[in-house]
């Protein structure tokens, strides 16, 4: 038993280990974000695309991006820390997530979200609409990025326009 356990032990942290530890500071733009989008959890914003919630915030809070899938500037999250506020463009993502009761798989073939808390490296909460779980209102979601086994998860830090 004892080895088992320090073999999940190890095995949690190097997945922990390949993103960046948490910050210590939200930036500003990235709280803001936060804030503007807190309102909503339980509601629909516009048409209940994930796309909406990112096009809300990002507009409310004047923040610089292409209108399209580029929500700031690109972070790299093996160097860089993920903040609250943050913004993921999932690509084809597949999950697998095990529980205590057996596991389940997750996708996001085309998926937009935005970090809503940032509990270690990788494990994080999600707020976005346009899931499974919630229909097309808001709603919060663990995550952790450990799970990803296949696609593309983009990571963009919002900036403020000039």
Excluded at 24 to 29: H, S
Excluded at 72 to 86: H, L, N, S, V
Excluded at 141 to 147: E, K
């Amino acid at each position: 038993m004892k080895v088992l356990f320090c073999f999940l032990f190890v095995c949690s942290l190097a997945s922990a280990q390949e993103f960046a530890a948490p910050c210590k500071d939200v930036p500003a733009l990235n709280q803001a974000i936060v804030d503007v989008l807190k309102p909503y959890i339980g509601k629909k914003i516009g048409r209940g695309e994930c796309w909406d919630a990112a096009e809300l915030a990002l507009n409310k809070v004047n923040a610089d991006w292409d209108g399209l899938y580029v929500f700031g500037r690109e972070i790299d999250i093996k160097k860089e820390c993920i903040q609250p506020g943050d913004i993921i463009q999932f690509d084809k993502v597949e999950m697998e997530v095990k529980t205590e009761n057996g596991s389940y798989s997750e996708s996001f073939y085309q998926h937009t979200a935005i970090v809503y808390k940032v509990n270690g490296a990788g494990d994080l909460q999600l707020i976005h609409q346009n899931t499974g779980q919630f229909g097309r209102k808001m709603g919060v979601t663990d995550f952790n990025l450990a799970n990803k086994t296949k696609g593309t998860m983009m990571f963009y830090r919002p900036v403020k326009k000039n």
